[in-house]
């Protein structure tokens, strides 16, 4: 049963964030808000009052509107453990599988490292509702710039386990840029040569391509299947080591 709306902004260059309300209570999180002023306005042209402020990680953009919005409706920040010195104002600090209550939809935390040191995402179970910031990306994975390969491949291992139906609401749109990288290395794959062509034909509209589903992504995110041979192929490497497959991935990706 879908206990949450969400309501998605585009904001900068290529952030999503998200409001996400719990119907029965009426209270609302906001996911990542990297800015502040197009937040409030879209609450006041919804009439929600905010509650809660969801972090994932430190970036700035993606807690620079912390502080502003947490002095204009004196909301909660809940962010990751393993970076509470990191996030502006935070007054809640989670880790791996702890529970957070938004009313009475309830996420479970993952810890996802890799990204950054602290890098959480929430997963609303009943709702089908992922909220994984920079680790999981529609087609793609976030950079590396305080974790290894190692931890990453297991930060995605844990999202990858979540179900079908799942909508992966990710913080940026990158998924055509994403796309070309895959096919460098998975052009066999037919699934994404057809998520190819579905994914021009949205952004031709001008349309966003998030969420997409977990299981569009096993099938189609060369970050989820370093442990395919086609992957492995790709990348020049024998199937033997995910880690070692994953690591090349990257790696390819950073210079593309
Ligand atoms: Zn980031
Ligand atoms: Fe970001």
Redesign the pocket.
């Known amino acids: 049963m879908n206990r949450i709306d969400v309501e998605q902004i585009p904001v900068l260059k290529d ?1 999503y964030v998200y409001l996400v309300r719990d119907r029965s209570t009426g209270k609302v999180g906001v996911v ?1 808000p ?1 800015v502040s002023e197009p937040i409030l306005e879209r609450l006041a042209g919804l009439g929600w009052r905010l509650t809660h402020i969801l972090n994932t ?1 430190h ?1 700035g ?2 807690v620079g509107g912390n502080l502003a919005i947490k002095a204009a409706t004196g909301c909660t920040v809940v962010g990751p453990k393993a970076d509470r010195d990191r996030i502006p104002g935070i007054d809640i600090a989670l880790g791996d599988g702890e529970r957070f209550r938004l009313g009475e939809a309830e996420a479970e935390i993952f810890d996802v490292p890799g990204h950054t040191r602290g890098h959480i995402a929430y997963w609303f179970r009943d709702s089908d509702a992922l909220f994984c ?2 680790t999981l990306f529609a087609c793609g994975c ?1 950079r590396l710039f305080e974790g290894t390969p190692q931890q990453m491949w297991t930060s995605l291992g844990k999202l990858r386990r979540l179900p079908d139906p799942t909508r992966v609401y990710c ?2 749109e990158y998924t055509q840029s994403n796309i070309r990288f895959a096919l460098s290395v998975d052009g066999g794959n037919a699934a994404l040569r057809e998520r190819s062509r579905q994914v021009d034909a949205l952004r031709a509209e001008g349309r966003p391509t998030v969420p997409s589903t977990m299981a569009e992504e096993r099938a189609t995110n060369p970050f989820l299947r370093a442990d395919q041979p086609d992957l492995a192929r790709g990348v020049g490497l024998a199937a033997s080591d995910p880690v070692a497959v994953f690591a090349a991935v990257r790696k390819a990706k950073d210079v593309f």
């Open positions: 952030n990542d990297a990680h970036h953009d993606h910031g920079d976030g913080a940026h």
